[in-house]
């Protein structure tokens, strides 16, 4: 089975240890990026992982695809095209102090890029999943034609599709991400979201205060269920933090299918070491659960089991293998060293 994303890879300069950006005599770097971190996470997961991009061809951009093919991606199809890759400055919190991010990624190669750069026949050749997320079409109106197009593809060649909805208030307005997003959903197959996302992308609303630090199980059932009905989605997910702190969070999960819900374990993250690419390695342990696991909660399990892993990860990507995964799943948590 081979499975595809379609996204930017950016290139990402965080402050070193904890310090804020007026501090900074150094940067940290490391690439990433939300469909390229579900990407990384699949293959080494041990699966097919293709992912698709337009990247400038130069030694930066080579860079950037090496990170990618040092953890088996395929990146055969990337078009190598355009002037600059993305970059976003990462200051990261600690305890109360919140992390923050500075995009500049405006006239990156792929929001550049224009819908026939991209033959998505072609591209989409043998590929069983395509994965795709808000940001992707938040880049520019051609980037949102160009996610169209391969959502529409996908669909014609039987291929099924996530989309992790991933509101970013930095690249759009709620208003924008609404008139884009709304017409697609009816290409997806399963939804990923929270209900920040589900809100500013889809006009949903939900009770409650998630910065409160407690969550309605309840309520996050009535909204997946809601966007299934109405979108006819085969399933929707949501990941469940509690922020107690910007080091200290409450994880979980919950997907609705099939009429079912379900909800995972519980996990206290105490201290966080990165949360950038929690949410995309929360998608990534969703599709390979779903994709090999016969029981539905043993999927949703494997995603949040995942991404509370990534959490403790320096970096955008997901360093951990399955074992890995089913080990915490297996209720070993105690970080005991392993000799």
């Known amino acids: 089975m081979k499975y595809a994303t379609l ?3 950016m290139l990402r300069l ?3 240890d904890n310090s804020v950006f007026c501090q900074a005599q150094s940067f940290d770097v490391v690439y990433g990026g939300g469909e390229a971190n579900v990407a990384v996470s699949l293959a080494n997961y041990g699966c097919d992982a293709l992912f698709l991009s337009a990247i400038p061809n130069n030694d930066i951009g080579q860079a950037a695809i090496n990170s990618l093919r040092q953890y ?3 990146t055969s199809r990337i078009l190598r095209q355009g002037n600059r890759l993305g970059i976003y400055y990462l200051q ?6 919140p992390s923050k991010v500075i995009y500049d990624r405006a006239g990156s190669a792929i929001a550049e890029a224009k819908p026939e750069d991209f033959n998505f026949d072609a591209l989409l050749e043998g590929v069983s999943w395509l994965h795709i997320s808000g940001i992707t079409p938040a880049l520019s109106a051609s980037c949102a034609e160009i996610t169209g197009l391969a959502l529409k593809k996908a669909k014609e060649k039987g291929i099924i599709t996530s989309f992790d909805l991933n509101f970013r208030s930095k690249l759009w307005t709620k208003e924008e991400a609404q008139a884009c997003l709304v017409p697609l959903m009816e290409y997806v197959d399963y939804a990923i979201g929270n209900e920040e996302d589900a809100q500013n992308c889809l006009g949903f609303h939900m009770e409650g205060d998630v910065t409160k630090g407690k969550l309605d199980v309840n309520e996050y059932e009535k909204m997946l269920a809601a966007l299934c009905k109405q979108y006819g989605f085969k399933g ?3 990941s469940l933090r509690e922020s107690h702190s910007a080091t200290h969070n409450g994880w979980a999960g919950a997907l609705y299918t099939e009429g079912k819900f379900y909800l995972s374990k519980h996990y206290e993250i105490n201290p966080i070491i990165d949360r950038v690419g929690g949410g995309d390695s929360f998608s990534s342990g969703l599709i390979y659960g779903l994709t090999h696991y016969d029981s539905k909660q043993q999927a949703i399990e494997f995603a949040v089991a995942a991404s509370a892993l990534k ?5 955008d990507y997901n360093h951990v293998g399955v074992k890995e995964v089913e080990t915490l799943m297996g209720g070993d948590g105690s970080g005991r060293v392993q000799r």
């Open 7 to 9: 996204g930017e890879l």
């Open 236 to 238: 929707a997910a949501t």
């Open 311 to 315: 959490q403790t990860i320096p970096g």
């Open 14 to 16: 965080s402050t070193p």
């Open 92 to 97: 990261t919190g600690a305890s109360m102090r």
């Open 72 to 74: 088996g991606v395929d």
